[in-house]
């Protein structure tokens, strides 16, 4: 499983970026797609994530109502909208994988784009 992150940049507070995922390697039907983000000095954390069969979602309580997890069969893509931003936002963000049923260790990540929010 590949997976490759990218479309963060620079934002100011209350813009809008997406973030996308291209994810190749082998048929996701039964996978779980995530996006988590890394501020520094902080612990990673989890943002959002996507089942990719049905596209039932979750999120963190930091982001819902700001943050939309979504994927496009077609392209092996998942995307992250982001609105309403914040400068607490601020983070490399992750994309990651995980086998459905497998619990809640990712085993597949992406690289990482930094997001950077100013005030």
């Known amino acids: 499983v590949q997976l490759q992150a990218f479309g963060g940049g620079l934002a100011q507070a209350g813009g809008s970026l997406r973030l996308s995922c291209a994810a190749s390697?082998?048929?996701?039907?039964?996978?779980?797609m995530a996006w988590f983000r890394q501020a520094p000095g902080k612990e990673r954390e989890f943002i959002a994530h996507?089942?990719?069969?049905?596209?039932?979602?979750y999120y963190a309580d930091s982001v819902k109502g700001r943050f939309t997890i979504s994927r496009d069969n077609a392209k092996n893509m998942v995307y992250l909208e982001m609105n309403s931003l914040k400068p607490e936002d601020t983070a490399v963000y992750y994309c990651?994988?995980?086998?459905?049923?497998?619990?809640?260790?990712?085993?597949?990540w992406g690289q990482g784009t930094q997001v950077t929010v100013s005030a």
């Open positions: 390697g082998r048929t996701f039907t039964n996978y779980v």
């Open positions: 990651a994988a995980r086998l459905l049923g497998s619990g809640q260790k990712y085993d597949y």
């Open positions: 996507i089942r990719w069969s049905g596209g039932s979602t």
